[in-house]
């Protein structure tokens, strides 16, 4: 079974201040896709990541793709309170279902 | 559609009853994805079909879980006698090319499914 560890479980920042979400596998992932959720609604995809050491930016959101394909992280720069939410990390395999991390719970401040 | 439709939003159903769900993904996507999460945030997969076929349905609880996708009708997945532990957000998504991994899974807003 594939699983995938995501951390920290809860975040709670004031505005402005940067934060990494990591995510944790011993095992390889084909791609890494990264959703955020708000109450009551479905996951809403923010990125894919294909190929291991893959960085990509989605403007003040950086998502990197371990080397070996078995871990990523997601860091936010000056975050703001448009950022709260459940950030979930997700990897892909073969037969294209999603593995789910624990998801990470994002508070900010104003 | 442009968005993945599922219904109903909500679902109160006595423990034993049957609860039925309904998912209409994007038009064109051929790929649909059940998923369940429940306390804690975890997803966990459940069954996906290509087109009416069953893809991949190595997550579907053997007991009292079904699902379907039939040529124009909404796709759906059904529980019989309905437990307390069945209480979750039942998610669905589709993609438009689902044997690849790499491509994004658009998910519905869910179904709330409470058993009382």
């Known amino acids: 079974t594939q699983l995938l560890e995501q951390s920290p479980q809860f975040l709670s920042i004031q505005e402005g201040e940067n934060l990494t979400v990591y995510c944790n596998s011993s095992?390889?992932?084909?791609?890494l896709q990264w959703y955020r959720q708000e109450p009551g609604e479905g996951p809403v995809l923010l990125v894919t990541v294909v190929t291991g050491g893959e960085v990509k930016k989605l403007k003040r959101l950086t998502f990197q793709f371990g080397d070996a394909r078995k871990d990523s992280s997601l860091h936010i720069t000056a975050a703001q309170p448009g950022d709260t939410g459940l950030y979930l990390c997700?990897?892909?395999?073969?037969?294209?279902?999603?593995?789910f991390g624990e998801g990470t719970q994002l508070t900010v401040n104003p | 559609g442009e968005e993945v439709a599922q219904t109903p939003k909500h679902l109160v159903r006595g423990e034993g009853q049957k609860a039925k769900l309904y998912c209409a993904p994007i038009?064109?996507?051929?790929?649909v994805f059940w998923y369940q999460q429940v306390l804690k945030n975890e997803f966990k997969f459940l069954i996906s079909f290509q087109n009416e076929n069953v893809f991949d349905e190595t997550g579907m609880p053997k007991e009292r879980f079904s699902a379907k996708c039939l040529p124009n009708s909404p796709c759906s997945l059904e529980i019989q006698a309905t437990k307390l532990e069945d209480s979750a957000v039942y998610f669905c998504a589709s993609s438009q090319f689902g044997s690849n991994s790499n491509q994004p899974q658009h998910f519905g807003d869910g179904t709330r499914l409470s058993i009382l």
């Open positions: 095992s390889v992932f084909s791609s």
């Open positions: 038009k064109g996507h051929s790929y």
């Open positions: 997700a990897g892909g395999t073969s037969g294209s279902r999603l593995t």
